[in-house]
């Protein structure tokens, strides 16, 4: 028997209205709507090619990501209700330590200032998943992660194609690997709902910028160090080619760094 045309836009009607009361279950996903125009502004130049605005830009986007996908990957290990939850919550932990590791030696060399604490949208993206519990907090972990994987692929991607700094790209580089492994093991979960993440990641929206900015650090606050956890036996990116020389020494390969893991451990003080 045909299906009516009422009985058509009643379905497409009930499929868009679940969407979207999903989606207002997170906090804003998409960040600012509209980008600087200074993005291509050069800030520095350095012995490693020139820094404009996007680089520095994404330099403390990565930092900022591992202080809020870090204490995410903890939570996973330790509530996820599934083997493969608790091994993408590895791999979370191992990936973005890693990453730590080389945005802490890139940043003074670039003169790039780090933040300590992840923007209150992440913060609340960390506070959305903890007061879950069971099959409910696996799937409100990986929705939330899948959908910021996706939206920062291709900005990886994007840096990657257009800097001239050769310790920003080396960074692009892990960055996709990292990127690609947590998007891979989010997938074997099987809870990732491709039309609810793709509906997330499109939805128009804008935010405050203090929203989705890390705030910068006190003068004298010390750094926090996502730290490594050598017990963790997960690689999460492919080999790095190694910096090219200058009066500074390399940051670690992919391999040696993905091995780190972030805790809020103090370090030297943030000048």
Not at 37 to 63: I, S, Y
Not at 113 to 118: C, K, S
């Amino acid at each position: 028997m045909p299906v009516s045309r009422n009985r058509i836009g009643a379905l497409v009607l009930f499929g868009v209205m679940s969407l979207t009361l999903t989606a207002l279950a997170f906090p804003a996903m998409v960040g600012l709507e509209d980008k600087p125009d200074d993005q291509a502004r050069v800030v520095a130049a350095t012995q490693w090619g020139p820094l404009t605005e996007a680089d520095r830009d994404f330099v403390v986007k990565v930092r900022s990501a591992g202080l809020w996908e870090y204490p995410l990957g903890e939570l996973a290990m330790a509530r996820g209700s599934s083997a493969e939850m608790k091994e993408a919550g590895e791999h979370l932990v191992v990936g973005h330590a890693g990453l730590d590791v080389m945005c802490r030696d890139i940043a003074p060399k670039l003169g790039i200032t780090l933040p300590n604490r992840a923007s209150p949208q992440q913060r609340e993206f960390v506070e959305t998943v903890e007061s879950k519990s069971g099959k409910e907090f696996d799937v409100t972990a990986v929705t939330i992660m899948r959908v910021t994987h996706g939206q920062i692929f291709p900005a990886i991607a994007n840096i990657r194609a257009s800097t001239k700094n050769t310790l920003v790209r080396q960074l692009a580089d892990l960055a996709n690997d990292t990127v690609l492994d947590h998007i891979t093991v989010l997938e074997k979960t099987s809870l990732v709902d491709y039309d609810e993440v793709s509906f997330m990641q499109t939805a128009p929206a804008k935010n405050r910028r203090d929203y989705v900015t890390p705030p910068p650090p006190q003068p004298g606050e010390p750094m926090v160090v996502l730290t490594p956890r050598p017990d963790l036996d997960v690689n999460t990116g492919g080999p790095t080619p190694p910096l090219p020389s200058a009066t500074s020494s390399p940051p670690p390969s992919a391999s040696s760094s993905a091995g780190a893991s972030p805790s809020a451990t103090p370090s030297a003080p943030v000048g």
